[in-house]
C-alpha cells in the first residue's frame, strides 16, 4: 500500500506537500515529490517497500530519457514478461521494479498497455512531450484514487480522500445524494463520495488531463460469461481447473522482496488462501487471527474465530498469532473514521486495523486474506435475496413457467456448486501432503453456510 497525490494546474509545491503528509500513513518507507513549476504539474509519492526495496525503485519515478514521470500504487504481477519484451524492444529499465516497466510500456502502446497489465494499481504518467497527464484505476477498483476538479480546469487526484481537504478550491460541502446513498444502502457506490467536489475514479477508468481537455475513458469490460472456452470433460476437470486457477492468483499475490503473512480466520475463504499458498511454497511467515477479550461479542454478530483458525493452522503447520482485542471504544471509531475516510457500516474494520498493527510490529508488510470469496461465489445472504427476487419476476402469459424452470435449474446449479465446491475441498486437502484436512459445513446462524475443520479424515 503506497500513497500517491498529484495536481495539474495552478498549485504549488507547498500544497503537494502537504496533500503527501496526509496520507503519510500509506508509505513509512520514503517519500519523493517532483514539480515542473512551468508546466504547472506535481507528483508525490508515499512509499511502502515491497518490490525491490533499493533506492533505485523510489518514486516519482523518470522514465524513457526523462519524457515521462510516474507514481505507482500497487503491484504488477506480470512485470518480469513484459520487462522481457520491453527490453527485446530496446527498452532500458530498472528490471527489478514493476514501476519501471509502466511508463515505457505506455510509451509503445499508449492507453491499451492498460489491458497488457496483471495486477491492481492506481498511477499517474505525466508526458512531457504532449504536456498531458494520464491516471488509471485497475479493473476492479482495489486500489483507491480520488481527484478533483479544479477551478481554472485543473485537477487534483491523490489514493486518499483526505489529501484533497486542504487543496484551494476544493469545498467542504456535502453531497446529499452520496449521503442518500449511504444510508440507504449502507456505502457510496459509483463515483460519489460524501464531498460534492471530490469523486473517485470508478475502477476500470481512466483520465486525461491537459491545458484544454479533460476526458474519462472506460478501458475495461468485465467479464459477462465463464472464462472457459470450452466445456469441461467432467466435474472432477472442472474441480482441478479452479485448483489451478486459485493457486496461480494465490501465487501470483506470493510476489515480493518482503516477507508475507495471512488472516486467518478458519473461514473456508481465508482457509483456502493459506493452504494453496502451502501448497505452492510460498507459506506464510506467519498468520494473525482476532479473539475477543471481555465481554461476549456473539450478541454483536461477531463469532469467535480463534478455535477454528488454531485448527487450519496446526493441520498446515504454519504459525498463528492471536490478536486479542477489547470492544471497541469511541476513540477507536474516529481513529477509524479517520483513515477510512468515507463512512463504513461494517465494524469488522476496526478488527482488520489490531491485525494491521500486529503484521507490522512483527515486520510483515504484507498480508493476503480472503476478502472477495464469498463475491465472486455467491457467498452473501444478499445474493439468495437476489435470486428469490429473480424467481419471483416474469414477463408475459409465460411467467410463472418461466419463474418455475428458474427455480429448478438454479436450484440444480446450486446443488451441483455445492457438490463441486464440496470435492474440490476434498481434492485440496489430499493435495497437502497428506495431512488429512478436510472441509465440512459449519452452519451459522447469521450467514450461509460457512466451513470448520473436522479431525474426522476420509473421502
Not at 94 to 115: C, H, K, R, V
Request: net charge neutral; glycine share 10%; charged share 25%.
Amino acid at each position: 500500500m503506497c500513497g500517491i497525490a498529484g495536481y495539474f494546474g495552478d498549485l504549488t509545491p507547498e500544497i503537494l506537500r502537504g496533500m503527501a503528509a496526509n496520507i503519510a500513513h500509506r508509505g513509512p518507507d520514503g517519500e519523493g515529490i517532483w514539480v515542473d513549476a512551468d508546466a504547472g504539474i506535481g507528483l508525490a509519492h508515499r512509499r511502502l517497500a515491497i518490490i525491490d526495496t533499493s533506492s533505485a525503485a523510489a518514486q516519482p519515478m523518470s522514465s524513457c530519457g526523462g519524457r515521462y514521470q510516474i507514481v505507482f500504487n500497487g503491484e504488477i504481477y506480470n512485470f518480469q514478461a513484459l520487462g522481457e519484451d520491453l527490453r527485446r524492444r530496446g527498452y532500458s529499465f530498472n528490471a527489478n521494479s514493476d514501476t519501471a516497466i509502466i511508463a515505457p510500456l505506455y510509451d509503445l502502446l499508449g492507453a491499451a498497455m492498460l489491458e497488457k497489465l496483471s495486477g491492481i494499481f492506481a498511477f499517474a504518467i505525466w508526458d512531457r512531450e504532449k504536456q498531458e497527464l494520464f491516471v488509471a484505476r485497475d479493473g476492479f477498483g482495489v486500489k483507491p484514487l480520488y481527484y478533483a476538479r479544479l477551478p481554472g480546469g485543473g485537477v487534483a487526484f491523490a489514493s486518499e480522500l483526505k489529501a484533497l481537504i486542504s487543496v484551494p478550491g476544493v469545498g467542504a460541502g456535502l453531497d446529499f445524494k452520496a449521503l442518500s446513498d449511504y444510508l440507504t444502502y449502507l456505502w457510496s457506490p459509483g463515483e460519489r463520495t460524501l464531498l460534492r467536489d471530490v469523486r473517485k475514479l470508478p475502477p476500470g477508468h481512466f483520465f486525461k488531463a491537459d491545458r484544454a481537455s479533460f476526458l474519462i475513458t472506460h478501458w475495461h469490460e468485465q467479464a459477462k460469461s465463464p472464462v472457459a472456452t470450452t466445456a469441461p470433460a467432467s466435474t472432477r476437470e472442472t474441480i482441478s481447473r479452479l485448483g489451478e486457477l486459485v493457486d496461480e492468483v494465490v501465487g501470483d499475490q506470493c510476489l515480493s522482496d518482503v516477507p508475507i503473512g495471512a488472516f486467518l480466520s478458519g473461514g473456508v475463504d481465508s482457509s483456502a488462501v493459506v493452504a494453496s499458498m502451502v501448497a505452492t511454497g510460498h507459506a506464510p511467515l506467519q498468520t494473525y487471527c482476532v479473539g475477543f477479550d471481555g465481554e461476549d461479542m456473539a450478541g454483536e454478530g461477531f463469532d469467535d474465530d480463534l478455535a477454528h483458525a488454531r485448527e487450519v493452522a496446526r493441520r498446515l503447520s504454519v504459525p498463528l498469532t492471536p490478536v486479542i482485542v477489547s470492544p471497541p471504544t469511541g476513540e477507536d471509531l474516529e481513529d477509524l473514521a479517520y483513515m477510512l475516510d468515507e463512512p463504513e457500516a461494517d465494524p469488522a474494520a476496526l478488527y482488520v486495523a489490531e491485525i494491521a498493527k500486529a503484521s507490522r510490529a512483527d515486520g510483515v508488510k504484507v498480508l493476503l486474506g480472503g476478502v472477495g470469496g464469498d463475491d465472486v461465489f455467491s457467498g452473501y445472504r444478499r445474493h439468495k435475496a437476489a435470486a428469490l427476487r429473480a424467481n419471483a419476476s416474469g414477463n408475459g402469459k409465460n411467467s410463472s413457467f418461466a419463474a418455475g424452470r428458474r427455480r429448478h435449474d438454479r436450484r440444480r446449479s446450486s446443488a451441483t456448486a455445492a457438490r463441486e465446491t464440496w470435492l474440490y475441498a476434498r481434492q485440496r486437502r489430499r493435495s497437502l501432503s497428506g495431512q488429512g484436512f478436510r472441509i465440512q459445513p459449519a452452519f451459522r446462524r447469521d450467514r450461509m453456510p460457512s466451513f470448520r475443520c473436522s479431525d474426522e479424515v476420509g473421502g
